[in-house]
């Protein structure tokens, strides 16, 4: 399962917004948000949003589950 962030919502925008938005937007895995998370943290970032972008409210409760599982339990192992 992928933790998708920002899926249609950018794929809508003009170019020059979804290059601005994917500056800031992670789409993928919980690797490639837990990759952000180091990145943004190595450069002084120290608050995170996340925005899950859904259908429904199953699909909501599915992206919060796997947040929780795969992203939020992970950060112990990065130095915050």
Known sequence: MAIRMGVGFVADQPGEVRERLAKVTVVGDAEAVLDRVRTDHDLGID??????????EAEVMEQTWLLDREVISALPSITL
Do not use: V
């Open 47 to 56: 608050k995170f949003i996340a925005i899950l972008l859904a259908n429904d």
